[in-house]
């Protein structure tokens, strides 16, 4: 449904709004804002809004820094938070557009409308269903993040009604008024771990619904004194934050879901398979958008329900892809690698165009893995043809750069940022003195 002018008119005379944050994200997916009074709404929504991209992260150089923000009216929303005080706040997400009113080609938002027009013209439109998980952390007097997890619960566990309790019904309740459909909310395996899921919708809507979903679970969990992080794997030892993404291809001209063909012995079409072809083709080439840091690696490794190996399967939970089991209108396929620190709009565009890339190719998919691929020794996976993940952000970012999606997606301009970007971020972790040397090597040596 299109939102009007006019009923984000009536919705802000009703709720006294007096600021609007005009909100964008830069290449990492990170929350940026400008806020303007109401009494500028009219110029606001014809684009006039200007703003300085060469202090934002991988946008212009500084000879040609003007660039100015578009809400997208569909993505208008008052703050439930600000709604108690006699005048309340509301936010756009705005896409970036350059002076002569074109779309900036440096805008993740701008990519994935791209990556999704380009899908339109093949025929398809990409319904996106992630699933962010979180943890909430305790804080010190100042503020500041501590490694005390705020409860002990397990996976699907009651609890008392607890800390992490209350803080998930305050977010769902959150999410609710910002017309979010909120589907599921439960603990997850790891102490201190949650994950709230909405439900699916097309590629933009949803990479817009992953971006407000982090910034309201990290506003309210401060309103209860914790921190909230979707960093990957915030303690040795314990299950990491995933953000599995499911994703379908609608057939637009046929009126129904690509992947779902009756006759199949798994009820999937060729579409599917040659759809899973392409992820596990390109996966390690859009690695980097999906997992994008160092971090990142830490959580992909045997034991933690996180995937190691390229492989897929029907319902196998150690691959890479899985099938889950609803068939119909609901057939998808999971990818189970990325991280909730990803950019979202790198992330579904990137996985899309892979996809795609195996339908429009006719890739074959390999088979399907039914074994614990966990258990399996070197020898056994080596047999099946089974690779490794990148196990390093510096791997990923050399098949990024040597792989044809990262382009395709970004386009020459965006990419040289992100690598560039990326590249000093692994060569600033790859020369730094950690903690765990010392201790392994000082005194040995
Ligand atoms: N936390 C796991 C991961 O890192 C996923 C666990 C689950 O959702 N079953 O992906
Ligand atoms: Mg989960
Ligand atoms: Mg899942």
């Known amino acids: 449904t299109q939102t009007t002018l006019e009923a984000i008119k009536e919705e802000i005379k009703q709720k006294s709004v007096e600021l609007l944050h005009l909100q964008f994200v830069d290449i990492e997916g990170t929350l940026k804002q400008v806020t303007v009074t109401v009494e500028q709404l009219n110029d606001v929504v014809e684009g006039k809004t200007m703003f300085d991209g060469s202090s934002i992260t991988g946008f212009t150089p500084i000879n040609k820094s003007d660039l100015y923000l578009l809400p997208d009216l569909n993505t208008f929303a008052v703050l439930p938070w600000t709604e108690e005080e006699e005048y309340s706040e509301a936010r756009f997400l705005c896409s970036v557009t350059n002076p002569d009113g074109t779309l900036f080609e440096g805008d993740p938002r701008n990519i994935l409308k791209n990556t999704v027009d380009k ?18 952390f305790e804080t010190d007097e100042k503020g500041e993040p501590t490694n005390q997890v705020a409860d002990r619960g397990g996976y699907f566990e009651p609890a008392p009604y607890d800390l992490g309790e209350r803080v998930r019904l305050e977010i769902y309740r959150t999410l609710k008024k910002m017309g979010f459909t909120i589907e599921a909310s439960h603990h997850e395996v790891a102490v201190g771990q949650h994950e709230i899921n909405f439900k699916f919708g097309d590629a933009l809507t949803t990479a817009d619904n992953a971006t407000t979903f982090k910034w309201v679970v990290k506003t309210v969990a401060q309103q209860f004194g914790l921190r909230a992080t979707f960093m990957p794997k915030p303690i040795f030892g314990e299950n990491g934050n995933g953000m599995h993404v499911n994703m ?10 690509a992947f ?12 599917a398979y040659q759809f899973i072809a392409g992820l596990l083709t390109h996966v390690s080439s859009f690695a980097a958008f999906t997992n994008p840091l160092v971090n990142s690696y830490k959580r992909l490794v045997p034991g933690y329900e996180a995937p190691c190996y390229i492989a897929w ?3 196998n939970r150690s691959a890479l892809v899985r099938i889950p089991a609803t068939r119909g209108a609901g057939t998808r396929v999971e990818i189970r690698c990325p991280d909730p620190s990803a950019n979202p709009y790198y992330a579904f565009a990137a996985i899309a165009q892979a996809g795609i890339d195996g339908v429009e190719n006719g890739l074959e998919a390999p088979v399907e893995t039914v074994d614990d691929i966990f258990s399996m020794t070197d020898e056994e996976r080596e047999e099946r043809g089974i690779q490794n993940l990148p196990t390093t952000l ?6 990024l750069k040597d792989g044809e999606i990262g382009k395709k997606v970004l386009g020459e301009y965006a990419l040289n940022e992100y690598v560039s970007l990326k590249q000093d971020e692994w060569d600033s972790y790859r020369i730094a003195v950690t903690g765990w040397e010392l201790e392994k090597y000082q005194a040995k040596f």
């Open 119 to 136: 899908a339109k013209e093949k025929g398809f439109s990409v319904n996106v269903g992630p699933e962010l998980e979180f943890f909430l």
């Open 248 to 257: 379908s291809l609608f057939d637009e001209e046929a009126g129904k879901n």
């Open 313 to 315: 399967s029907a319902s």
């Open 260 to 271: 779902f063909d009756e006759s199949d012995s798994r009820q999937l079409s060729e579409t």
């Open 394 to 399: 510096g791997e990923s970012i050399q098949a």
